[in-house]
Every structure is written in C-alpha cells, then in structure tokens.
C-alpha cells in the first residue's frame, strides 16, 4: 500500500527565514496530498494542499510544490514566526479511495 | 465549523480488559478514521469507515475493532488491550472520496497498564 515517507523529523529556523518539509510517496496512484498542523498539545487542523493536476499551489505565506515524476512533494513556509512552531504532516490519498496515509510528522521550531 | 468529538478524553485501562472509544461528527461526512499517533511514528490508520454499517483495515487494524453504526458515530473496540496500545487515538471525518480533506477530533489519550 502507499507510504509517505517525512524526511526532517525536526527543523529549526530563525524567524523570518524560510521552512522548506519534504516528503516521498510510493504509489503513483495518489492524487491528493494535503499538509496539517498540530500545535502543542493540540489536535492536527489542515493548512493546505495540493492535487496532481498542479504542481505548485500557494496560500499567504505557504507553498506546495509537486514533482508527480520524482514522487515528492514539500511546504515552505516563507518569513516564519513564533506562532508556525508546531509538528507538520504530510499525507497521501489515492484517487477513488477513502485512504490517506500521513508522513511521520516534522516537528517545526521557530527561533528568535 | 466541522466538529468531530471523541470520548473518553482520557482513559486508563487494564492490561486484558475492554475498552471502547467513540467518535461523534456533526459535519455529515461520509468518511470517518481512527489513527492513532506515537512518537516516531506519526500518525498510523487503524480502521476507516466509507458510511454507516462499513469498516475498512488500515495499516495497522490488527488487536482493534471499529463499529459505524450511523452516519454519526464511530466506535474503536480494543477487546483485549494490552500495554503496547498505549497512545493517542484520533478520529477524523472527511466527505469526498481521494479528496479528502479531514477534519479531526481533539484525540484520547489511552494508558493501558
């Protein structure tokens, strides 16, 4: 079945730099790759996503890039602050099924 | 706003014994998910539901039960629990198939002895 790999398990910027979260999926089959946020001792709420008919898809300060060839997808996060600290997944969901399969979380540290 | 809510928020369960997890979503969503969430693993499917009377295994169903007997509510059954589930549960709801936004529960915490 399909598997999302999260390659940064944690990451650490400056404020105001940018955040770069990579991920890999297997099955060429998925088509839908959302991202969701959980802060600290919170529940995960979607921030973005993106389809396989783009490649790129931008909300305010985030980006989604899809290479469908190379089977990868990220999220930056451009001109971080305190408040995008938070643990980031990434997941996959094929195309006429219910499944999304989620990455192993990054978590995301913002610094002063 | 979606709301998913689960019950109990926290648990604390016996090695051997029973234990049920609920999941009520007022959104009228078709599609519903148990995950669970553990360090180093993120987050991993246990059973997921096309709509009321339907359950499908995730990645992981082994040692778990789910029951949808409606639209609304979806139950994880862990009929004998032992230490290793020991973790954060997560119900989620979502409404189209492969575009699948998900709206998810505040999570129980489940400490299995």
């Known amino acids: 079945g399909e598997k999302v790999e999260q390659h940064e398990s944690t990451l650490s910027v400056r404020e105001g730099d940018s955040a770069v979260i990579n991920c890999t999926y297997t099955d060429t089959a998925s088509s839908y790759f959302p991202w969701y946020k959980q802060e600290a001792g919170k529940s995960l709420h979607f921030v973005i996503d993106i389809r396989s008919n783009v490649d790129r898809k931008q909300s305010q300060r985030l980006i989604v890039l899809l290479d469908k060839k190379a089977k990868r997808f990220s999220l930056h996060i451009t001109a971080t602050q305190p408040e995008d600290s938070a643990i980031y997944f990434c997941?996959?969901?094929?195309?006429?099924?219910?499944?999304?399969?989620f990455g192993t979380g990054t978590r995301l540290q913002v610094l002063p | 706003e979606a709301a998913v809510t689960q019950s109990p928020r926290n648990k604390v369960a016996v090695t051997g014994g029973k234990v049920t997890l609920s999941c009520n979503q007022t959104?009228?969503?078709?599609?519903m998910y148990w995950y669970r969430q553990d360090t180093g693993h993120g987050l991993r499917l246990i059973h997921y539901?096309?709509?009321?009377?339907?359950?499908e295994k995730g990645d992981i169903p082994d040692g778990y039960k789910a029951s949808r007997p409606s639209q609304e509510n979806f139950s994880l059954i862990l009929e004998l629990a032992t230490p290793s589930q020991t973790s954060v549960y997560f119900c989620?709801?979502?409404?189209?198939?492969?575009?699948?936004?998900?709206?998810f529960g505040a999570g129980t915490r489940l400490s299995v002895l």
């Open positions: 989620a709801s979502g409404e189209r198939v492969g575009q699948n936004t998900l709206y």
């Open positions: 997941a996959a969901s094929i195309s006429n099924t219910n499944k999304v399969v």
């Open positions: 959104n009228n969503h078709n599609n």
């Open positions: 539901s096309y709509g009321a009377g339907s359950t």
